[in-house]
């Protein structure tokens, strides 16, 4: 049984203008629980992927989804099809105060970067 999915979508936080704008806005569908902190259990039980988006001004869409590991939770983000396995992923950290518009949470990019991410909308998801 699929587990009952809300779309959270997040922008960059404390970036001004045109650098918020580049960093464009990430878009993912996940499971919550009562207290709105990402239900692992639900993602255990779901067979199908939850899917998740960067979108950035002037480039292609990224298409990816959502994952957890002993480390946590993570997005990858995927250049070409069939590159699923083996992606860098995006970790997740400092959700303590769950997935609610106006929570800030830092995403840990492959890179190295960290940067801190603004909840900005929690909608129900068709996914």
Request: aromatic share 6%.
């Amino acid at each position: 049984m699929a587990a009952q999915l809300v779309m959270v979508t997040l922008a960059r936080a404390f970036d001004a203008g045109e650098r918020a704008e580049e960093a464009g806005r990430i878009e993912f569908a996940i499971a919550l629980d009562p207290q709105g902190h990402p239900d692992m259990q639900a993602w255990i039980d779901d067979p199908a992927p939850w899917p998740a988006r960067r979108i950035r001004p002037g480039a292609a869409d990224q298409t990816g989804d959502v994952a957890h590991d002993e480390e946590g939770w993570q997005l990858r983000f995927f250049t070409d099809a069939g590159q699923e396995r083996d992606v860098p992923v995006h970790r997740i950290c400092h959700i303590e105060g769950g997935l609610r518009p106006g929570e800030v949470l830092t995403v840990h990019a492959p890179d190295g970067e960290e940067a801190a991410w603004r909840v900005v909308e929690v909608r129900s998801s068709s996914a």
